[in-house]
């Protein structure tokens, strides 16, 4: 939101509006949108906008306020009013950016943060709104560069460094990634997102007591994150305690019994655990919502084979050979028909 609000020393409110100008008026309703007082931010922008139509940045508050209420359509008029009176005003070109990608116009929206950090180099809003585009698209390395842009502007906000972080560990830099996520738990020790993302890096480069310890603290400040926990099931298998791992799993379906994830590594605990009806009780679930899932296709194949349904387990693991669409496990089912007949000298049919 692009304002330039008015305090007193005192820190008392404005007095009220009666003839003010154009500009006392948008700069009013900026002090009453940050005090969360929508309403009347809303009738002081239009107040605003109705004695200076030219007020590019009332129209621009306006807009802002309009798409935290859910107007998307009125929003984007009013940031198109703003960029009509003034193009190069970056904020406008920002929020614009945003809206458009929320309606899915990812190009339009990449063109217009990218034309709102040219106009200001230190918005950090239009930084980090193209940075998360830019990985959303698998551009890694421009995300970062975005990332470091941002930082440059604001280098004590701990979510850019946890973004930033993200990044450089999608490009298997874990080392760089660990110290800048390091770096995110030191400026905000309360962000769950910074310690469950540093704990997930800490995985990836095996530190497992590292990344344990930062998972629990993930999970002590916000026990409804499923990604702390899911990384955390991961920690405790990798380190042999499968009851902790199937805790976690099963602390994560309480909360959203979708979580396929989840569910099919519960599953392959069970297997693991010799318990095959839980295991394809389990499958069976993922595959009820989600028939094209490979992994769980391929385990499901796995159970029917331990369980003595071989021709069953058969033709799973042909068309998942086949016709699979997660070429991880395309193999894995190739591979796994190879050595049965190693193991049975039974011939695929």
Not at 17 to 29: E, F, I, M, N, W
């Amino acid at each position: 939101m692009d304002h330039s609000p008015v305090f007193s020393l005192t820190g008392a409110p404005p007095p009220p509006l009666v003839d003010a100008d154009s500009r006392a008026a948008s700069d009013h309703g900026a002090w009453q949108h940050l005090g969360g007082d929508l309403d009347s931010a809303r009738a002081s922008y239009a107040a605003a906008i109705e004695r200076d139509p030219a007020n590019a940045t009332a129209h621009n508050n306006l807009g802002f306020l309009l798409a935290q209420q859910g107007d998307l359509d009125a929003a984007i008029a009013h940031y198109e009013r703003a960029l009509a009176i003034d193009p190069h005003k970056s904020m406008a070109l920002a929020n614009l950016g945003i809206a458009r990608a929320i309606r899915g116009e990812g190009d339009a929206a990449i063109d217009l943060l990218q034309r709102a950090v040219d106009a200001d180099a230190r918005n950090v809003l239009a930084w980090d709104a193209l940075g998360k585009l830019l990985l959303r698209e698998g551009r890694l390395g421009d995300a970062e560069a975005c990332w470091r842009r941002a930082i440059d502007a604001a280098p004590s906000h701990a979510p850019l460094h946890v973004a930033l972080g993200t990044a450089v560990a999608g490009q298997q830099r874990l080392a760089e990634a660990a110290a800048i996520l390091r770096r995110a738990v030191t400026l905000d020790a309360s962000s769950a997102r910074a310690w469950e993302q540093l704990g997930a890096v800490l995985f990836l480069r095996q530190d497992l007591g590292s990344a344990r310890e930062a998972l629990q603290h993930a999970i002590e400040i916000d026990a409804t994150s499923l990604d702390a926990r899911y990384h955390l099931s991961l920690v405790e298998a990798a380190t042999g305690n499968r009851e902790a791992a199937v805790d976690q799993l099963t602390a994560i379906l309480d909360v959203d019994a979708t979580h396929i994830r989840a569910r099919v590594d519960l599953a392959i605990h069970a297997l693991a655990g010799g318990q095959l009806p839980r295991a394809l009780d389990e499958l069976d679930r993922v595959l009820a919502d989600d028939a094209g899932n490979d992994r769980a296709r391929f385990y499901r194949a796995v159970v029917l084979d331990l369980a003595g349904r071989r021709a069953d387990a058969e033709a799973i693991l042909v068309d998942v050979a086949a016709n699979g669409r997660d070429e991880k496990y395309a193999d894995r089912a190739r591979r796994y028909l190879v050595d049965r007949i190693a193991r049975t000298g039974e011939r695929v049919s």
